[in-house]
């Protein structure tokens, strides 16, 4: 097996702006996905991409665990996926009963069109993606740290699917829609090396974190301050969402709480050791849109729009912090 060498970088800003360098060798103009994929691994979160076929879901999922730099699988969902694909099962060899692990034991996993997989399998991924474990006859056996989920569907298939339910959408911490790049994009495309139709540039993503530089990077994000005021903001902004009329559901408490780490992320991928409020802000759309359910007549774009119009954003103090737990 070769040997992985992560290339040094010298700060979060800069690895930010390396990450995006090195996706853009296999995947151009997806900037801002690439940003986001970056700040789900700091803050432990999984990332739902949707699209339509051919907008690169699946390439930049497999670019970006390369520039990740952990270990990859990948699992096509089908309707005849079973849960023992994904979790493993125990077989006996030479009377001795041992463990043949499913893909999900692994740093990070694409699941390539997650919704057309049937929800037996798919309660066993929740599981993963919660506990970080799974249960294989009765016993537990935890994943890898870390684990991080890059799934992707496409929106556009009616035949053999089965919806995502609520529970399981509000495990992921971005649900980030990928169109289709902007016409200067889709020309650079051309000139991308290829083999055939097949893009012949994914081994040369450098890999730039590591499990290693996974956990320093996390532990960094773990000591940004949020101040007072902008925590108050986030609350404010998800139980403004449950009162407006035409929301049947709004963001849960595990949002708020997703909501703060990829802020924090953010912050820190910006050069900050504090939450702004533009932080909050920027991530708004991607952490809290899939976890508001509507009556006819309202969005939950729209909801989130009223809600950010509505909620004042504070002015703070860098001398007025705490850290949540």
């Given at each position: 097996m070769a040997l992985i060498v992560e290339a040094p970088y010298e700060n979060l800003i800069d690895l930010r702006e390396r990450a995006k360098r090195e996706v853009q060798k296999v995947v151009i103009g997806q900037d801002r996905?690439?940003?986001?994929?970056?700040?789900?691994?700091?803050?432990?979160?999984?990332?739902?991409l949707e699209g339509p076929p051919g907008s690169a879901k699946t390439l930049l999922g497999r670019a970006a665990a390369h520039m990740l730099g952990a270990s990859f699988k990948r699992i096509q969902f089908t309707p005849d996926t079973t849960p023992s694909e994904?979790?493993?099962?125990?077989?006996?060899?030479?009377?001795?009963?041992?463990?043949?692990?499913?893909?999900?034991?692994?740093?990070?996993?694409?699941?390539?069109?997650?919704?057309?997989?049937?929800?037996?399998?798919?309660?066993?991924?929740?599981?993963?993606?919660?506990?970080?474990?799974?249960?294989?006859?009765?016993k537990g056996h935890r994943l890898p740290d870390p684990f991080l989920v890059i799934a992707t569907q496409n929106p556009y298939e009616h035949r053999d699917v089965f919806e995502l339910p609520e529970s399981?959408?509000?495990?992921?911490?971005?649900?980030?829609?990928?169109?289709?790049?902007?016409?200067?994009?889709?020309?650079?495309?051309?000139?991308?090396?290829?083999?055939?139709?097949?893009?012949?540039?994914?081994g040369e993503v450098q890999p730039l974190l590591g499990v290693v530089g996974l956990d320093k990077a996390r532990i960094e994000l773990?000591?940004?301050?949020?101040?007072?005021?902008?925590?108050?903001?986030?609350?404010?902004?998800?139980?403004?969402?449950?009162?407006?009329?035409?929301?049947?559901?709004?963001?849960?408490?595990?949002?708020?709480?997703?909501?703060?780490?990829?802020?924090?992320?953010?912050?820190?991928?910006?050069?900050?050791?504090?939450?702004?409020?533009?932080?909050?802000?920027?991530?708004?759309?991607?952490?809290?849109?899939?976890?508001i359910i509507c009556e006819e007549g309202m969005t939950p774009e729209e909801a989130l729009r009223i809600a950010l119009e509505r909620v004042p954003v504070p002015e703070i103090s860098q001398s007025l912090v705490y850290a949540p737990v």
């Amino acid at each position: 097996m070769a040997l992985i060498v992560e290339a040094p970088y010298e700060n979060l800003i800069d690895l930010r702006e390396r990450a995006k360098r090195e996706v853009q060798k296999v995947v151009i103009g997806q900037d801002r996905a690439v940003e986001l994929l970056l700040v789900a691994a700091l803050a432990h979160g999984h990332v739902l991409l949707e699209g339509p076929p051919g907008s690169a879901k699946t390439l930049l999922g497999r670019a970006a665990a390369h520039m990740l730099g952990a270990s990859f699988k990948r699992i096509q969902f089908t309707p005849d996926t079973t849960p023992s694909e994904l979790t493993g099962k125990y077989t006996i060899r030479a009377g001795e009963q041992i463990l043949l692990p499913g893909v999900v034991f692994t740093n990070v996993l694409l699941a390539d069109e997650i919704n057309r997989t049937p929800p037996r399998t798919q309660a066993a991924l929740l599981e993963a993606m919660q506990e970080r474990q799974v249960t294989i006859e009765g016993k537990g056996h935890r994943l890898p740290d870390p684990f991080l989920v890059i799934a992707t569907q496409n929106p556009y298939e009616h035949r053999d699917v089965f919806e995502l339910p609520e529970s399981q959408l509000d495990r992921f911490l971005f649900k980030i829609s990928i169109g289709y790049s902007d016409a200067r994009s889709e020309y650079l495309m051309l000139d991308l090396p290829h083999k055939g139709v097949a893009p012949d540039m994914l081994g040369e993503v450098q890999p730039l974190l590591g499990v290693v530089g996974l956990d320093k990077a996390r532990i960094e994000l773990d000591s940004t301050d949020i101040p007072e005021a902008v925590g108050h903001y986030m609350v404010e902004l998800a139980r403004t969402t449950r009162e407006l009329d035409g929301v049947e559901l709004g963001v849960s408490s595990r949002g708020i709480i997703h909501l703060a780490s990829a802020a924090k992320a953010n912050a820190r991928l910006s050069g900050r050791e504090y939450v702004a409020p533009e932080d909050v802000r920027e991530v708004a759309p991607y952490v809290l849109h899939h976890r508001i359910i509507c009556e006819e007549g309202m969005t939950p774009e729209e909801a989130l729009r009223i809600a950010l119009e509505r909620v004042p954003v504070p002015e703070i103090s860098q001398s007025l912090v705490y850290a949540p737990v």
